[in-house]
């Protein structure tokens, strides 16, 4: 079964306005991290936002944060501000129990101008 | 600081020809991860070590692949011989061993490999 879930394959959005990519994770591990990481186009992995599962506040990051609804599990990002420099595949990935860290397919961003 | 530093960044072989693979973790990290990454298949696990040691290998693909970290700032993956399905980008990552936000994964800038 998969445990990390990206159902948007691609997502458009206009410069300038905001975006939520979604990520929804299944586990029975109370401790669990999740993480989001960004792969533009030149192809290196670059981290993004971290968010523990005891983490009483939503991370945020510049304008990067992370929408984390526990009950339903999902950890959606939400890119503020969108900029052409935004374009790129994001990943969401989660990390339980030991050191695995498990990511999901992605979801190309397409910034628009 | 230094961020993970892998070699070649490129490589393009022939079929039957053994491929090391490098990898330097961040000083300081105890975790290290080699990934594979591929249109088909995604970015898939394929071994990693806490301290120098290999805790999970059970997404090496076969035993024509072998990982090794002999010691905190070194590892190869080797295949051998190698065949044109491992056509790939493999990543290596280092972490810290804590838990939170300091177990995030860095990777390196990966190595493109072509076998053909």
């Known amino acids: 079964a998969q445990k990390i879930t990206q159902t948007q394959p691609g997502m458009f959005v206009q410069e300038k306005e905001a975006v939520t990519l979604d990520c929804t994770y299944d586990?029975?591990?109370?401790?669990?991290?999740l993480f989001w990481y960004k792969q533009p186009s030149s192809g290196e992995m670059i981290f993004l936002i971290y968010?523990?599962?005891?983490?009483?506040q939503n991370a945020t990051e510049g304008r990067y944060s992370l929408n984390f609804q526990k009950a339903r599990k999902s950890a959606n990002l939400v890119i503020s501000a969108s900029q052409l420099g935004d374009s790129a595949m994001y990943f969401c990935?989660?990390?339980?129990?030991?050191?695995?860290?498990?990511f999901g397919a992605g979801t190309r961003l397409f910034v628009k101008a | 600081d230094a961020g993970v530093i892998q070699s070649p960044r490129h490589e393009v072989t022939e079929m039957g020809q053994e491929v090391t693979l490098r990898c330097k973790p961040i000083s300081g990290h105890n975790s290290l991860f080699w990934y594979r990454q591929t249109m088909m298949r995604g970015l898939e696990l394929l071994i990693y070590?806490?301290?120098?040691?290999?805790?999970?290998d059970s997404g090496m693909p076969e035993d024509r692949f072998s990982a090794k970290m002999p010691n905190a700032s070194f590892s190869t993956l080797k295949i051998q011989p190698s065949e044109p399905r491992d056509s790939a980008v493999y990543f290596c990552a280092s972490s810290s061993q804590d838990r939170g936000r300091l177990d995030t994964q860095y990777f390196g800038p990966g190595t493109r490999l072509t076998v053909l």
């Open positions: 968010q523990g599962s005891y983490d009483q």
């Open positions: 586990t029975s591990d109370p401790s669990y991290g």
């Open positions: 070590f806490n301290n120098n040691v290999p805790i999970d």
């Open positions: 990935a989660m990390r339980e129990g030991g050191f695995k860290t498990i």
